[in-house]
Every structure is written in structure tokens, then in C-alpha cells.
């Protein structure tokens, strides 16, 4: 059963507008979430986190928002970027248990 | 980059064949994961280490084991490799300190293909 969950598989956006990729999990006793970055034939690179005690974390273009209440996460990109293209995963760390576990990914083309 | 390599980094073999997997770190991190990438799956985790020789199941654990006699070690090893264990074996690591201790690092992965 998967606890954090992405529900598009791929999304596609234009060169300079906003990429918007959503995350869902089911476990209230998550700790931290976590956006990875994957390209092909290379192991996945951190990109940005966010503590459940936030609602919004900032890193220059990229910003995670967080809703408790709706057990919802989104990752923001501004401006899109053609190399931002890329498999993007959500992950979750559930501190009491250790583990971190990650979503099914969504893959993101910029299109310029 | 941090200090993780796997090894080997593409392996054939045959069904009904034992296979280790093995992750090295050199950063002393505490924490160490093993995941199987799959399309339409993303990543899932099949076991993880909190400490030596203190492993924990994950999602997807079925046919794999796991050992971690020394803390920059950690193998994977499939008892009797089959076809639906063909995937890329990703490991990962975390737990430094401060910041690190979120962050989760991974290795270039290993492509495994069961014949």
C-alpha cells in the first residue's frame, strides 16, 4: 500500500511558465518531505525539503508547499526550464520508523 | 558528491541464481536504503539499516535479504534470482548531521536482468 502517492504521471509545460507537480500521502506521522530529481541512468539528486511543521520552503526557483490538513504537498517551478525536464519524486521520512519512502514519480517536459 | 558506490553496476543472470548487491559509503552515515526502480512504480523500498548489524523490512522485501556488518557496507543479496527481480537496484544513505540528516544521498544504481 503506498503511502505517498503521485497521481500524474507526466505533465508537460512551456519554457518559462509554472511546472506544478502534486504529492498525497496517507501517513499523518510523516516528519519531512522530500523532492528528488531524477534523469535517465543516473540515481535520483535532493532538490528541496519541507518539515511538517511548515507550510512553505523556498530554494530559488523551486518552492514546496505543504497542506496538513489535506495531506498535500506541491512542488513549484518558476520559471520551467528545458533541463528542468526530468522524473521528479516526492518522498517522505517517518522518523519513528526510519524509513524513507517515495512516490511512483512524475515525469516533467518543458517544452521550449 | 557524496561517498556512495555501488557495485557491480550492470549484471545477467540466470533464474534460480543467488546475486549480491553491494553499497559502499565512505561519509559514515547511519542510515542506509536499498530501492528497486520499476516503471509505473517509481522507487520502492526493499529493506533498510538504522546501525550495524539493525536492518528493518520495506515495502517490497519478498525474496531479498540484506546484512550490514560494518557501517560503510550494506548488501543486498537476492537468494534465488527470477525474472520479476529484474529492475535498477538503487541505495541510498542519510543521516549525517544537521542538515544532512534529512537528505538522503543515492548511488548510480544497478541495472540487474534475470534470464
Known amino acids: 500500500d503506498q503511502q505517498v502517492k503521485q497521481n500524474s504521471p507526466s505533465l508537460s509545460v512551456q519554457e518559462g511558465r509554472i511546472s506544478i507537480l502534486n504529492c498525497d500521502y496517507t501517513?499523518?506521522?510523516?516528519?519531512?518531505f522530500l523532492w528528488y530529481k531524477k534523469y535517465p541512468a543516473e540515481g535520483p539528486t535532493f532538490l528541496i525539503s519541507?518539515?511538517?511543521?511548515?507550510d512553505k520552503n523556498e530554494d530559488g526557483r523551486f518552492t514546496v508547499f505543504l497542506n496538513k490538513s489535506a495531506k498535500h504537498l506541491s512542488l513549484h517551478i518558476v520559471p520551467s526550464q528545458p533541463g528542468d525536464s526530468a522524473v521528479y519524486f516526492c518522498?517522505?521520512?517517518?522518523?519513528?520508523?526510519?524509513?524513507?519512502?517515495f512516490g511512483a514519480g512524475t515525469i516533467l517536459r518543458v517544452k521550449s | 558528491d557524496a561517498g556512495i558506490t555501488q557495485s557491480p553496476r550492470h549484471k545477467v543472470t540466470e533464474t534460480g541464481t543467488p546475486v549480491t548487491l553491494r553499497c559502499h559509503q565512505t561519509?559514515?552515515?547511519?542510515?542506509m536504503y536499498w530501492y528497486r526502480q520499476d516503471p509505473g512504480h517509481g522507487l520502492r523500498l526493499i529493506h533498510y539499516?538504522?546501525?550495524?548489524?539493525?536492518?528493518d523490512k520495506g515495502e517490497v522485501s519478498d525474496g531479498y535479504s540484506v546484512s550490514r556488518s560494518k557501517t560503510e557496507d550494506f548488501l543486498l543479496t537476492l537468494e534465488s534470482a527470477t525474472s520479476s527481480q529484474t529492475s535498477v537496484y538503487f541505495c541510498?544513505?542519510?543521516?549525517?548531521?544537521?542538515?544532512?540528516?534529512?537528505?538522503?544521498?543515492f548511488g548510480q544504481g544497478t541495472r540487474l536482468t534475470v534470464v
Open positions: 501517513n499523518s506521522m510523516f516528519d519531512y
Open positions: 561519509e559514515n552515515h547511519r542510515y
Open positions: 539499516s538504522y546501525g550495524v548489524k539493525d536492518t
Open positions: 519541507i518539515s511538517s511543521i511548515k
Open positions: 518522498a517522505a521520512i517517518y522518523f519513528y520508523g526510519n524509513k524513507l519512502v
Open positions: 541510498a544513505i542519510r543521516g549525517g548531521t544537521g542538515k544532512t540528516d534529512t537528505e538522503a544521498f
